[in-house]
């Protein structure tokens, strides 16, 4: 397979329809939060969690698409047909597990076949090799996802598991290989949903207080939850995402390929699912529902320990330090979800963002002490 040996020397930047396109995406993981909001047990938190894999991988797909083949005409009209399949997997999500399961995987499948299309037509040919690599498990996992909607709900959540396995199955046999990436375009494109989610977290935050008299307990669920929010941004955007970027650049090919894949795939799926969990909290703290607080207050450190621990895996693949930090800061803030049930949702709320802010201060205070 003849592969490219350079970083391509013109940088590309991300287009406004990629960003279009990024925000129906996003819509697509707040969709998320009714299924979290709903889950009660070990195996409900599964299921979402299937379900975002399943969306996750495809909309990095159509990021390495347009990474490839750029975002031209004909690519724009490829991105809005493909808009309208996540668009229509969004609505279906909430019972994707019930009488909207098979709709959610004809528009999964749909999604499938116009990436594999799009890519044959318009990648080069050592990406239309490798995509034609990769096809097999995007159909196979299309195909069982679509049988799940077709068998009983007690049962489908086996072929959704099944279909994730499916790619960490091209993982291991490293699939991605062949495959091009320009590294500024790459990281952009990736800053940029993260950065939407984080918007929806605001939004998320905006719901809760809707309906809410802004006393002195609402005004401070408010403004805690922007700075629990803000110092995520933080750790994202100070400077890892340059520091991602340049070491792509540095990387060979193959290499280059790779931590695009652990880096931007797997690290930033367990980020964004931190981030759902903690939105999700955040909404019922700030909205008071009347719901146990311990739920709430769960949701909120596990969110952070799923983000922080995301946040080390992706600083590890992409050489970034130090990552112990981060990691510890995963550990610390789990036995936080006590903070809730005792001095109840605001408390939660503070003690998390005050922990996201102390690790912060001691990354930068190290990294001063080495310069």
């Not at 802004?214 to 520091?243: G, H, K, P, Q």
Request: glycine letters at 8%; proline letters at 2%.
């Amino acid at each position: 397979m003849k592969m490219q040996t350079t970083e391509p020397k013109e940088e590309m930047r991300v287009s406004t329809i990629e960003s279009f396109f990024d925000l129906v995406f996003v819509f697509t993981i707040t969709q998320l939060t009714y299924l979290v909001a709903g889950a009660h047990g070990p195996l409900d938190f599964l299921l979402v969690l299937l379900v975002l894999m399943l969306i996750w991988w495809m909309y990095d797909a159509y990021a390495w698409l347009t990474n490839e083949a750029g975002a031209g005409r004909p690519m724009r009209l490829v991105l809005i047909a493909a808009m309208a399949g996540f668009l229509v997997m969004a609505l279906a999500l909430p019972r994707s597990f019930g009488t909207d399961g098979l709709t959610f995987g004809l528009a999964y499948l749909f999604v499938i076949v116009l990436h594999l299309v799009a890519f044959l037509i318009k990648g080069g040919r050592s990406a239309r090799q490798a995509m034609l690599g990769v096809a097999p498990f995007n159909l196979g996992a299309a195909a069982l996802v679509i049988a799940a909607g077709l068998m009983h709900a007690g049962w489908n959540w086996l072929f959704f598991l099944a279909a994730v396995t499916l790619f960490a199955i091209a993982t291991i046999l490293r699939r991605e290989q062949g495959f091009s990436i320009n590294s500024a375009h790459f990281v952009e494109r990736h800053g940029l949903v993260i950065l939407i989610i984080l918007g929806e977290a605001i939004v998320d935050i905006g719901t809760g207080a809707a309906s809410r008299a802004l006393d002195a307990r609402t005004l401070a669920a408010i403004v805690l939850s922007l700075v629990l929010i803000a110092a995520l941004w933080w750790s994202y955007f100070d400077r890892d995402d340059e520091r991602a970027r340049h070491a792509l650049v540095a990387a060979s090919p193959q290499a280059r390929s790779r931590m695009a894949l652990l880096g931007y795939w797997y690290a930033h799926l367990a980020m964004i699912a931190g981030i759902v969990l903690i939105a999700t909290g955040v909404k019922q703290v700030v909205a008071d529902l009347v719901l146990p607080i311990q739920e709430a207050a769960w949701l909120l450190a596990g969110g952070m320990a799923v983000y922080l621990w995301g946040d080390a895996w992706f600083r590890r693949v992409m050489g970034i330090r130090p990552v112990i930090i981060r990691a510890v800061g995963a550990a610390i803030v789990l036995p936080l979800g006590v903070v809730g049930s005792l001095w109840g949702g605001v408390a939660e709320i503070g003690a998390v963002a005050a922990l996201a802010i102390v690790l912060l201060v001691i990354e930068q205070r190290l990294e001063r002490g080495k310069n």
